[in-house]
């Protein structure tokens, strides 16, 4: 209605070209996990690509054991990926990357077709939307898990929700995904991560940059080193909403590193802590815990000092601050009941409380709390 045209998939329908001899099915766990993080994340306002609906289909699914089958529809700007274009440059030549990079900028970057080297401002357009996405993610303590060249959209969307999570204690090197066992994929690591991706999608276009080999790779080379610096600033940009500072200081990149490393020392919770600074900023005489600590004290004191305004620090913080997260913990029991139970009261009330989770939701204050320490490492699949 609004004019922005979409794509339709089916996932879990059956073999394509593309099922490298899988039989294209999908369990109904994993398809419910997409539809509840996918949408938990629409609610978190992060580009994402939309879940329409789960259908279970009647049939089993064979993994390690006998699964019920379902197809979940999935709807996204489009599914074009870097691993499109890896595709085209490898079995189809520079012909076809060019066809597909000229649709990819019609349908998404139509304000290249003005620049005077569309394809160089394609790219960059492509590596400013991965910039923010991944900021974005860091930012609610997300971890994708499996950030492939097949799960890097053009679009700028997040795609795929099979290993993915969130974080409970903040640490960098955080892994949750089985596959990962060197953290190739850690949250600290995402960053690097997408930055090895659009170096692909640079690759593949070479010929489209320049005629002259030596000056495309010369061009595309710089345009890869400068997105490290990119990519941070991104990260410090969200962080410092986080913190509610509207403007920029030279030392916000170190206030923001201490606060980190003491919220991993401490073994603090991520989501939590962020949403409780301004309540322990209101009462720190009275404050308990790691925030009664000298070293918290004297970050709060470099804190207090960038305030100019209390009443907007507190609002951009409240706005940029989810009150509450797909707990893992959660969706796994939530998950566990719908499929071996049919019942889904657990998993329509994570849903429900996503639409809002910026908001106060005091009624639903147990789904703010992280799991029992007594659980064990969480794990994540990718389930198709």
């Not at 815990?289 to 804190?303: E, K, L, P, S, V």
């Amino acid at each position: 209605p609004d004019g922005r045209r979409v794509d339709v998939q089916l996932k879990g329908s059956g073999r394509t070209p593309y099922s490298r001899g899988g039989d294209g099915r999908a369990a109904l766990g994993p398809m419910l996990r997409e539809h509840l993080i996918s949408e938990a994340m629409h609610g978190l306002g992060i580009p994402t690509t939309r879940s329409l609906a789960v259908v279970a289909t009647g049939e089993p699914v064979y993994r390690e054991t006998e699964l019920p089958g379902a197809v979940l529809t999935r709807v996204a700007s489009s599914h074009l990926r870097v691993g499109t274009f890896e595709y085209a440059a490898r079995f189809l030549g520079p012909d076809a990357v060019k066809a597909l990079a000229d649709h990819a900028i019609a349908r998404h970057f139509p304000e290249c077709l003005n620049a005077d080297r569309p394809y160089q401002a394609f790219w960059n357009g492509v590596a400013q939307r991965q910039t923010e996405l991944i900021a974005a993610w860091m930012g609610v303590g997300f971890v994708h898990g499996v950030m492939n060249t097949d799960n890097a959209a053009i679009a700028g969307e997040t795609l795929d929700y099979g290993p993915c999570a969130f974080l409970d204690a903040y640490d960098p090197a955080t892994v949750f995904s089985s596959i990962d066992q060197f953290g190739r994929y850690a949250y600290g690591q995402q960053s690097a991560i997408a930055r090895w991706n659009v170096a692909r999608l640079a690759e593949t276009m070479l010929p489209l940059f320049d005629e002259t080999p030596a000056d495309a790779l010369a061009w595309a080379q710089d345009a890869v080193d400068a997105l490290e610096a990119k990519m941070h600033a991104a990260w410090e940009q969200v962080m410092r909403r986080k913190l509610g500072l509207h403007n920029q200081a030279s030392t916000d990149g170190e206030l923001i590193h201490d606060l980190l490393a003491w919220m991993h020392e401490s073994n603090l919770d991520f989501t939590n802590t962020f949403r409780s600074l301004p309540v322990a900023s209101d009462d720190l005489a009275n404050a308990t815990g790691a925030f009664a600590t000298d070293t918290f004290r004297a970050w709060h004191a470099r804190w207090r000092s960038r305030w100019t305004d209390p009443a907007a620090v507190k609002s951009l913080m409240r706005k940029s601050n989810p009150a509450l997260i797909p707990r893992n913990h959660r969706v796994e029991a939530a998950l566990s009941a719908a499929v071996n139970e049919g019942e889904f009261t657990q998993f329509d009330r994570l849903l429900d409380v996503m639409q809002s989770p910026y908001d106060d939701q005091p009624q639903h204050a147990d789904l703010q709390e992280p799991a029992p320490e007594t659980d064990p490492p969480y794990r994540t699949y990718c389930g198709t």
